[in-house]
C-alpha cells in the first residue's frame, strides 16, 4: 500500500458490449483477421475523419477501437481481470504461480474445486483462468453491472420524462457545432435496439493537462503515451496514435469523483470547463513556462502533440474566439449527464406519462 499508479481505474460497468481491440473504419465493418501494426503504418500522415462533418479524408483514416484498459490492451474481460492480480502498484503479485496459492488458500477453494475439478490447483496457469473467467462471467451475467436503470433509459422507454434543463442539455449534448459530445459518446440506440452505450469505443487525443500529483510525473521525461506504451508495446512504433486513450462510456459519469486517464479532474464542472477553454482560453488549463508562454498540451511530448484533436467541436476554435457553450449551456449539459445514473425511480408525474386511461365513468 506505499504505491501510487498513474492511470484512474475506469468502470467495469456496461462493458460487455465492449468490442475487441481493431484498427480500422468502423467497428464490426470486416471480421478478416489483420496485423495490427502493419493496418496502423499504413494510416499514419492520414487526418482523421472530422467527427458529424459529413465528409471524410480522401484517403482511409484508420483509427484504433475496442478493448479493455484505456490503451486496449485486453480484450475479454477475463484478460482485464487477470490485469490487477499482476499489475505492482495494484495486487503485485510476482507470478500466476502465486495468485494460484493465494486462490488456493481462499475460503472460497472448495467452491473452486467443485466447479472446475479436484485436479485444478496441480495447474496454476489453468486455476488462475477458471477464476478469471468466473469474474468475467460475473460480470456478464449479474444484472448490476448493465442494468439500464437510469432515467434517460426510462425517457427512450416513454416511461419518464426529461427536465427542461435535461432537454436543453441533450441538444447540446448532440449539437455538432456546441457541445458534440454525442461526436464520440454515442447517444442513439444501436440497430439492434441495445440502448446507447455513450461511447464509440475509439482513442482520441484529447491533450488534458499533466497531473503534476502522480508521483510519476514529477520526472520531466515520463509520459503516460496510451496506445503507444508503456502498457502496451505492440503499437510503440505508430507514433500517429500516441497520446490516445479510449473514450469511455458516459454512463454513471456524474458519481464518478476522478475523470480521464490521469486523474486530472474530479467534477463535471472541471470536465466541461477543459472541453469549453482548451483552445479558446487555454491560460485557464494549463501552466506558464519559464518563458511565460502557455504549455499546451503539455502531457504529451512536443513531437506528438499535433496528434491531440483540433478540427472536432468545440476544438475547433482558436485563441480568443467565444467558447463553443455558456455557462447556463454547461449546467443544462451536466443536468443531461445526470440522467445516465442507473437506480432512478419514476416519479408520480412520471408514471402517469404511460398510464392507459380506463373505461369512462
Known amino acids: 500500500m506505499t504505491r501510487q499508479g498513474y492511470r484512474t481505474p475506469p468502470s467495469l460497468m456496461y462493458l460487455y458490449q465492449q468490442p475487441n481491440f481493431s484498427i480500422g473504419p468502423d467497428s464490426g465493418e470486416t471480421d478478416a483477421t489483420v496485423d495490427m ?30 478493448g479493455l484498459f484505456w490503451d486496449g490492451r485486453a480484450d475479454t474481460l477475463q484478460q482485464q481481470a487477470l490485469g490487477p492480480m499482476l499489475d505492482p502498484v495494484e495486487m503485485a503479485n510476482t507470478s500466476i504461480e502465486e495468485v494460484s ?53 426510462y425517457w427512450l422507454e416513454g416511461k419518464a420524462r426529461l427536465s427542461a434543463a435535461e432537454l436543453r442539455g441533450m441538444h447540446l449534448f448532440n449539437d455538432p457545432n456546441k457541445a458534440n459530445c454525442a461526436g464520440c459518446h454515442l447517444s442513439t440506440p444501436s440497430r439492434d435496439g441495445i440502448p446507447p452505450m455513450f461511447t464509440d ?19 520531466p521525461n515520463f509520459f503516460d503515451l496510451g496506445v503507444c ?70 502531457d504529451i511530448p512536443p513531437r506528438y502533440r499535433a496528434n491531440a484533436d483540433t478540427k472536432d467541436a468545440p476544438f475547433d476554435r482558436a485563441y480568443g474566439d467565444k467558447p463553443a457553450m455558456t455557462d447556463q449551456d454547461i449546467r443544462d449539459i451536466i443536468a443531461f449527464l445526470r440522467t445516465l445514473t442507473d437506480g432512478y425511480t419514476a416519479s408520480d408525474s412520471d408514471q402517469r406519462i404511460t398510464k392507459i386511461p380506463g373505461p369512462a365513468p
Do not use: W
Open 229 to 298: 506504451g508503456p502498457f502496451r508495446s505492440d503499437l510503440k512504433a505508430q507514433t500517429q496514435y500516441c497520446g490516445m486513450f479510449l473514450t469511455p462510456t458516459l454512463r454513471n459519469s456524474a458519481t464518478r469523483q476522478v475523470f480521464f486517464h490521469n486523474g486530472i479532474y474530479h467534477s463535471l464542472d472541471q470536465v466541461m470547463a477543459f472541453y469549453n477553454d482548451r483552445d479558446t482560453h487555454p491560460g485557464r488549463i494549463y501552466p506558464r513556462g519559464p518563458d511565460g508562454r502557455i504549455q499546451k498540451y503539455d
Open 37 to 66: 501494426a502493419q493496418l496502423a503504418a499504413q494510416s499514419a500522415g492520414v487526418q482523421k475523419a472530422q467527427k458529424n462533418a459529413g465528409s471524410a479524408p480522401a484517403a482511409q483514416a484508420l483509427v484504433p477501437q475496442g
Open 101 to 153: 496459492r493465494k486462490l488456493q488458500g481462499s475460503a472460497y477453494r472448495e467452491t473452486l474445486l467443485q466447479l472446475f475439478g479436484p485436479t485444478l490447483f496441480q495447474d496454476p496457469q489453468r486455476a488462475v483462468a477458471e477464476a478469471m473467467f468466473a469474474v468475467a462471467r460475473y460480470q456478464v451475467e449479474d444484472a448490476s453491472f448493465h442494468p439500464y436503470t437510469s432515467k434517460y433509459d
Open 201 to 219: 469505443y475509439q482513442y482520441e487525443a484529447l491533450g488534458v493537462p499533466r497531473n503534476n500529483k502522480l508521483p510519476l510525473n514529477r520526472n
